[in-house]
């Protein structure tokens, strides 16, 4: 059914000049960007949109990462959304990427395993989360009525 996912270009792609290239890739697969906004995350905003991943040996780096720059944070909808932008972007590990999965998006513009160039929701609570953590006005039915 239709679904919503969030989606961030990530501080290494936006610096490199690969934010546009992705935007196309996400639309050209049927994607729909619904909502978009270019924001350098605080410390604290990064801590909080990373809070599960709190206490794990690459937390420090991840946000020291995700606040080095500026990013994108996208609100897209498709069939399928969750899985198929997963699937668009991608194993977490940009070097494992380049070996199992030369097309996907972080094969092509990510590093290795914290530069990784996008980010996508893992589920469909994480989704409505992360939507609104960038979007709390948005108010569209699908994103109370999934899950
Ligand atoms: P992301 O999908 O945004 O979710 C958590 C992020 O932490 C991940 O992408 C990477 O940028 C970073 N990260 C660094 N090391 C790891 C790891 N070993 N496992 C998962 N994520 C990691």
């Excluded at 605080?42 to 206490?55: C, P, R, S």
């Excluded at 893992?122 to 979007?135: G, H, I, K, P, Q």
């Amino acid at each position: 059914s239709n679904e919503f996912t969030l989606a961030m270009i990530k501080p290494d792609a936006v610096a490199a000049g690969k934010a546009r290239d992705i935007m196309h890739a996400i639309e050209s697969n049927g994607f729909y960007i619904i909502a978009k906004k270019y924001i350098q995350l605080t410390e604290a905003e990064a801590k909080e949109f990373y809070g599960e991943h709190e206490g794990k040996p690459f937390f420090p780096n991840l946000i020291t990462f995700m606040t080095s720059g500026p990013i994108y944070a996208l609100c897209m909808s498709k069939i399928g959304a969750i899985s198929a932008w997963r699937a668009l972007m991608g194993p977490t590990n940009s070097k494992e990427a380049r070996e199992i999965k030369p097309t996907s998006l972080r094969a092509l513009y990510g590093t290795d395993n914290t530069k990784n160039a996008c980010h996508g929701s893992d589920s469909t609570n994480s989704a409505r989360r992360e939507v609104l953590f960038y979007f709390p006005d948005i108010s569209f039915p699908q994103l109370v009525d999934q899950g």
